[in-house]
Nanobody, 126 residues
Framework: QLQLVESGGGLVQPGGSLRLSCVASGFTLGDAAIGWFRQAPGKEREGVSCITRSGGSTKYADSVKGRFTISRDIAKNTVYLQMNSLKPEDTAVYYC???????????????????WGQGTQVTVSS
């Protein structure tokens, strides 16, 4: 059974950091590209980042570029999202998802993902 489980969310002050984890089961990370999305209350879901099946390429939304870093550990079957210099507007539920495609072109298209985690809440507030 394919499953993704996120963790690592929490409350952090502006300027702080968090590292989100996404543990995959039922498949190996080498089989698929993985994306991170977020959704704030009253807003549409937003694609945040993506890492290709090979792990050799990544994509970021302009809003997080230079602050967030996506990476993976094949041995742990886990994808990470390191978030630095957090801002109040980063507050959202963050989801990881398994992509049907091996690349990250148009990674923000939710329809290209076939498995989603349950999400983890990130709150940036003083």
């Amino acid at each position: 059974q394919l499953q993704l489980v996120e963790s690592g969310g929490g409350l952090v002050q502006p300027g702080g950091s968090l590292r989100l984890s996404c543990v995959a089961s039922g498949f190996t990370l080498g089989d698929a590209a993985i994306g991170w999305f977020r959704q704030a209350p009253g807003k549409e879901r937003e694609g945040v980042s993506c890492i290709t099946r090979s792990g050799g390429s990544t994509k970021y939304a302009d809003s997080v570029k230079g602050r967030f870093t996506i990476s993976r550990d094949i041995a742990k079957n886990t994808v990470y999202l390191q978030m630095n210099s957090l801002k109040p507007e980063d507050t959202a539920v963050y989801y990881c998802a398994r992509r049907r495609l091996s690349h990250c072109l148009q990674y923000y298209r939710g329809l290209d993902y076939n498995q989603w985690g349950q999400g983890t809440q990130v709150t940036v507030s003083s």
